[in-house]
């Protein structure tokens, strides 16, 4: 699979470099900035970005920036950013203007390689990939006549769980529960919360983080 990585730190560039190389991925270019990485692009679209939040000039949301404007003409591009620290509006921000195919991870995250692998494939194929940091931290949200306060604690979980983006079956797996029991479960959340049936599979997690961000 094919790669760019945006970062203004060298070091980060060329690790982040050695380390998808060795997971078996291809990093058909390097950028320093977000002109940078919109410019290679542009010229090669490559399967998925991998790229730093904050970047030069003002090192506020210049990736986030970058991600748009690649999303406006290679909507097929995964987009992977990654960040120091756990900020939540910038997260939100992501899953409200991009349909799919967008991740956040904290660094940290980055030394699971395994997991790391999978993510980026996550993305690549469509998927909404959350830091679990960040999802324990919005789902953890409690105020006054929340929606969120009458869920149970196994559906809070799963609220959780889903915000990760785990399908119906990798939830079965996780909580060794049987399908339909899950399916029990994911009824009860949205009923709760009031969101609509029918929506795609990604969408749960917009739904979710939406709602989270008006609460």
């Known amino acids: 699979m094919r790669v760019i990585v945006a970062d203004d ?11 998808l190389t060795e997971m078996g991925f291809e990093v058909i270019g390097r950028a320093r900035h977000g002109t940078e990485l919109v410019g290679l692009v542009r010229r090669d679209p490559p399967a998925v970005v991998i790229t730093d939040l904050r970047m ?11 991600a748009a404007e690649i999303r406006s003409f290679a909507p097929h591009v995964g987009l992977m950013l990654l960040s120091q620290y756990v900020e939540v509006h910038h997260a939100l921000r992501l899953m409200d203007e991009f349909d799919g195919a967008v991740g ?11 997991a790391f692998a999978v993510d980026i494939r996550r993305v690549a194929a469509g998927e909404v990939v959350i830091d679990p940091e960040l999802v324990s931290r919005l789902v953890g949200r409690r105020r006054e006549h929340d929606s969120l ?17 785990l399908t119906n079956a990798a939830l079965a797996k996780e909580l060794f529960v049987s399908p339909k029991t899950v399916e ?11 969101l609509a049936p029918g929506e795609r599979e990604h969408r749960r997690v917009l739904a979710v983080l939406r709602f989270l961000r008006t609460h």
């Open 56 to 66: 030069p000039p003002g090192f506020a949301d210049e990736g986030i920036e970058a």
């Open 149 to 165: 306060a009458e869920l149970t604690d196994r559906e809070r979980e799963v609220l959780a769980l889903m915000a990760q983006g």
């Open 104 to 114: 956040y991870l904290l660094k940290d995250r980055v030394s699971d390689l395994g």
């Open 9 to 19: 730190a060298l070091l980060f560039r060329e690790g982040m470099t050695r380390i």
């Open 184 to 194: 029990g479960y994911v009824r009860s959340v949205f009923t709760k919360l009031g």
